[in-house]
Each structure stands twice: as structure tokens, then as C-alpha cells.
């Protein structure tokens, strides 16, 4: 299994919601990352999980919560989210590379519409 | 939050023309990345670069790691209809923070 997979594809959720997006990958990565990209825009880098621990939050607004229950598993979680929190939002998981850095694999992202 | 500059932000070319592109920073960077996204889906990675000077080819890509570590450049040669896309460049600034460039849109027509 060489892949990252995100579900749901799609979520539409009110503003009033709690809904989570899900991040599997089994290739025995041990850092995994939260991205968000608006139309048009580039990722832009939400939160870093390394070795199940939190190692980065871009000061990314608390309605947004990630939990990493496994090495396998990442999710984050949304509550009462923002029309303009609409958005890709995209799952990476890191490997060695080769003996100088690192590669990033990702998913095909959750298409997230808020009402 | 922090991106890289990317150029050019598109281009519009005829199929069979080579295409470039290139990524600058004020920081330095141990590794540099090239994915393409295609509309509605994740970043695929084409060409990994890990060392300051480093060329590196996938099939008709190639691509180079500048010796500042502050730029790399793409090369796409003999462009195809299916290179249509948004490349981005990525920079990885420590072990666990990677960041994107602007990216360019390429449109190929046949």
C-alpha cells in the first residue's frame, strides 16, 4: 500500500456541525501533516504530527482540532466552522527520501464546503 | 503563512515547446520538491532534489537544486497535452516543515 487516503471526498457541513475528516496511510510513515488550500492558492501548512506528538501548529484557530490516535491515523477535527474555512483540505505523510531528506506523499484531499 | 516566489504564475504554450520554471527564497533549503496537481486532487510528486548543485531527470522533467540552496528550477521538455496542470515547487526549511511555492498554471495547446 504506497497510498495516503482521505475520506470523506466531499463534506458539506452547517456552521453549527461537528464533523471530522480522516488520514490513513501504511507505509510506516511517522510524521504526518494537515495542509489547506484555498482555489487557486498553494497548500498552506496547518499542523505537523511526528511520532504521534504534535511538533507544529501555524497558529491555526481552535475550531480546527487534529488527533493522531496511531502512527497509521490522523484526523482533525471541525467545529463550528466559518463559510470562508471552505477549502481542500489535503494529507501528507513523510519518508526518507534517501540518506540527505525527506519525501512527501499526499492524498487526494477532502473537498470541504461549510454552510 | 510562508510561501516561496514561483514563476512565471502561467503560461500558455503550443505542444512540442519545452517549458521552465523557477522557485526563489530568502532561505536557505535542504531539500527541494516539484509536485503537479491536477484540479480536485492532491500534489504528485515528480522530481525530490536533496543536495545544493544536484541535477536530476524523470523522463522529460528535469530539474536542479540552485548551489545558493535559495532556488531551483523545472524543465519540462516537448510538452504534451497531459502536462496541463499547477506545479508547485516545495521547500523543506527544517526536518518537519515543508512549504509551497506560488505556484505556475500550464495550459498546452495542441
Known amino acids: 500500500d504506497t497510498e495516503v487516503t482521505q475520506t470523506p471526498k466531499h463534506l458539506v457541513m452547517g456552521m453549527t456541525n461537528k464533523k471530522s475528516l480522516k488520514c490513513e496511510q501504511h507505509m510506516g510513515h511517522r510524521a504526518m501533516y494537515w495542509y489547506k488550500q484555498k482555489a487557486k492558492k498553494p497548500p498552506e501548512l496547518m499542523f505537523v504530527y511526528s511520532y504521534e506528538k504534535l511538533s507544529i501548529n501555524e497558529s491555526v484557530p481552535s475550531r480546527f482540532s487534529p488527533e493522531c490516535p496511531n502512527s497509521s491515523l490522523l484526523n482533525l477535527h471541525l467545529h463550528a466552522l466559518q463559510p470562508e474555512d471552505s477549502a481542500l483540505y489535503l494529507c501528507?505523510?513523510?519518508?526518507?527520501?534517501?540518506?540527505f531528506g525527506y519525501g512527501y506523499t499526499f492524498g487526494s484531499g477532502t473537498r470541504l464546503t461549510v454552510v | 503563512g510562508q510561501q516561496l516566489n514561483q514563476s512565471p504564475q502561467s503560461m500558455f504554450i503550443q505542444e512540442g515547446e519545452d517549458v521552465s520554471m523557477n522557485c526563489t527564497s530568502s532561505s536557505i533549503f535542504n531539500t527541494w520538491l516539484w509536485y503537479k496537481q491536477d484540479p480536485g486532487e492532491g500534489p504528485v510528486l515528480l522530481i525530490a532534489l536533496y543536495k545544493a548543485g544536484e541535477l536530476t531527470s524523470n523522463g522529460r522533467l528535469t530539474a536542479q537544486f540552485g548551489i545558493t540552496r535559495k532556488d531551483s528550477f523545472l524543465n519540462i521538455s516537448a510538452s504534451i497535452p497531459s502536462d496541463v496542470g499547477i506545479y508547485f515547487c516545495a521547500g523543506q526549511l527544517n526536518t518537519d516543515k515543508l512549504i509551497f511555492g506560488t505556484g505556475t498554471r500550464l495550459q498546452v495547446f495542441p
Open positions: 501528507a505523510s513523510r519518508y526518507r527520501g534517501g540518506p
